[in-house]
């Protein structure tokens, strides 16, 4: 239960560090921050795994760099799923796929140890 909340909280301050460097990016409100972190937490648990798995050979293909494709679908269809979350572009969704991925990285390796 705490991982899941340290996981939700590092993609809330994600989507925030990407709201101020990424152009192209935008939230209406903070409630809708907060939930784009948590949908983002349930469509990494429940699609990701089957995109990952659908995609294997072009994955192993490009050496693992089609997984930044995928995690940039992941904020894409947040964006798309919530109507106060707004990414321009590909590039866009692509660095905040990025910031929320390096932001989980540090606070996954703070909670570990």
Known sequence: MTSLLIRGACAIIGFWLATQWVSGVSFDDSATLLFSGLLLGVINAALRPVLVILTLPITVVTLGLFLL??????????????????????????????????VSWIGNTFARS
Do not use: Q, R
């Open 69 to 102: 494709v995928i995690n940039a679908a992941t904020v894409a269809l947040v964006a798309w799923l919530l109507p106060g979350m707004h990414v321009a572009n590909f590039h866009a969704a692509l660095m905040s796929a990025l910031l929320v991925s390096i």
